[in-house]
Nanobody
Framework: VQLQAFGGGLVQAWGSLKLSCAAS????????MGWFRQAPGKEREFVAC????????HYAGSVKGRFTISRDNAKNTVYLQMNNLNPEDTAVYYC?????????????????WGQGTLVTVSS
């Protein structure tokens, strides 16, 4: 079972990026999915999550209104559209699959993790 996140890179402030997380090894259509991030010197923090069917989403306050999480179960892929990026969004972004059908903001609810993709926002 593997989750692979990609799409990170260097972007200027106010720019946009779209991250993707492709799952392989087994379908995750019955799992909530989430995105977390870890900035240098800081702990990993919750960014966004989505329920198994995409019907429910939840965002951290710092990204609400700027980021959008979505999923395509046919492709076993989850996305994170990030708009109006600012330097505080610089971090390694990780996708994860929850043990629950709903997404969760709790790190401990996730059993599978991707390797992370680096997003750097310049001012």
């Amino acid at each position: 079972v593997q989750l692979q996140a990609f799409g990170g890179g260097l972007v200027q402030a106010w720019g946009s990026l779209k991250l993707s997380c492709a799952a392989s090894g087994r379908p995750f259509s019955n799992n909530g999915m989430g995105w977390f991030r870890q900035a240098p010197g800081k702990e990993r923090e919750f960014v966004a999550c989505i329920s198994w069917n995409g019907g429910s989403t939840h965002y951290a306050g710092s990204v609400k209104g700027r980021f959008t999480i979505s999923r395509d179960n046919a492709k076993n892929t989850v996305y994170l559209q990030m708009n109006n990026l600012n330097p505080e969004d610089t971090a390694v972004y990780y996708c994860a699959a929850s043990r629950r059908v709903l997404g969760s903001s709790y790190y401990s609810d996730y059993s599978y993790w991707g390797q992370g993709t680096l997003v750097t926002v310049s001012s």
